[in-house]
């Protein structure tokens, strides 16, 4: 990071990702290693701004406790927390924790957005795994409203819709309905020459995205961006956490990779949500110059080693 030109821009640092146990556990011991990091990376860039450091999480089960076991539903999971959780007897400080929430620059979630019905998002359906993580945020006595009084900022570190059939990443989703409801599912590695992996078919669009078919799962994740980008410039009304949110990152790995990033001419991206994308943010910039928050949509980096 010393070797990052001070006049490159912002720079962030994201020490977990997805982790539960991990952080609830050890909130002291990442607070120490945060501090460390902040002061190394400065000092190395001296006239650069100070580097935003923060945390990614899961939108549930934020706590790993393993001591629970394995529970079925989410339900039952919320039910046993409910009836027996007990942080201190666990060995979970959570002053720390909450401290450690308080301290970073900003909190990442990990929010893959599931929808019942790919023709009709509801109103702030969005939020559905913000208000899970809130719920779990009650049992450490704090809530994202607090975190983010504090000068936290809250980010959606990593979502998207992959359109894939399982979890081993080998095929795509049989329809839309499927891709709606696990869109943490996708396809591993680029497009195959016969285009038999591509939920979304985008051999059969141009340039502009103009299509020759109808694909359900392409015309889903259209909407999803449509609606998404609808939602995080509070043009649904009425939700709770929307103009919490500082920044949105996409996950770009395999089929979840709309901007195609990785595989340019054999890729599963769409032009039309690039333009939604483009569109969106282009709003987000006007309204941080003068009316509303900034909310921006832009690509997670990561490394894919199926992408070549």
């Given at each position: 990071m010393s070797s990052i030109p001070a006049d490159a821009g912002d720079l962030a640092l994201t020490v977990a990702g997805e982790m539960g146990a991990t952080v609830t556990f050890y909130a002291s011991e990442w607070l120490e290693v945060i501090d460390r990091a902040r002061t190394r990376i400065d000092a190395s860039r001296p006239g650069s701004q100070p580097v935003s450091i923060g945390i990614q999480l899961n939108a549930n089960k934020?706590?790993?406790?393993?001591?629970?076991g394995f529970i079925g539903t989410y339900e039952e999971f919320m039910q046993?927390?409910?009836?027996d959780f007990r942080?201190?007897?666990?060995?979970?400080?959570?002053?720390?924790?909450?401290?450690?929430?308080?301290?970073?620059?900003?909190?990442?979630?990990?929010?893959?957005v599931a929808v019942d019905?790919?023709?009709?998002?509801?109103?702030?359906?969005?939020?559905?795994?913000?208000?899970?993580?809130?719920?779990?945020?009650?049992?450490?006595?704090?809530?994202?409203d607090d975190i983010t009084s504090s000068g936290t900022a809250l980010?959606?570190?990593?979502?998207?819709?992959?359109?894939?059939?399982?979890?081993?990443?080998?095929?795509?989703?049989?329809d839309a309905l499927s891709a709606a409801r696990r869109p943490y599912w996708g396809v591993q590695g680029p497009v195959k020459e016969d285009h038999s992996n591509d939920p979304f078919q985008m051999h059969k669009c141009d340039a502009a995205g103009v299509c020759t078919d109808s694909n359900e799962i392409r015309e889903y994740r259209r909407y999803?961006?449509?609606?998404?980008?609808?939602?995080?410039?509070?043009?649904?009304?009425?939700?709770?956490?929307?103009?919490?949110?500082?920044?949105?990152?996409?996950?770009?790995?395999?089929?979840?990779?709309v901007l195609e990033l990785y595989v340019p001419d054999r890729g599963y991206g769409d032009p039309a949500v690039v333009q939604t994308i483009v569109d969106h943010?282009?709003?987000?910039?006007?309204?941080?110059?003068?009316?509303?928050d900034q909310?921006?949509?832009?690509?997670?980096?990561?490394?894919d080693p199926f992408a070549s």
């Open positions: 934020l706590c790993g406790c393993f001591e629970t046993r927390f409910e009836d942080p201190e007897e666990l060995g979970i400080d959570v002053q720390a924790f909450v401290g450690l929430l308080k301290a970073v620059d900003y909190v990442g979630v990990s929010a893959y019905d790919p023709t009709s998002i509801r109103a702030c359906e969005f939020e559905d795994l913000l208000i899970r993580f809130d719920k779990e945020l009650a049992f450490y006595n704090t809530s994202i980010q959606l570190a990593e979502t998207g819709i992959g359109g894939g059939a399982g979890q081993d990443g080998k095929y795509p989703a049989p999803f961006y449509e609606q998404f980008s609808a939602y995080l410039l509070g043009e649904q009304g009425g939700c709770l956490y929307d103009s919490a949110i500082e920044a949105v990152y996409l996950w770009a790995t395999g089929s979840f990779d943010n282009a709003a987000a910039r006007l309204r941080l110059n003068g009316v509303v909310v921006v949509l832009a690509p997670e980096p990561a490394s």
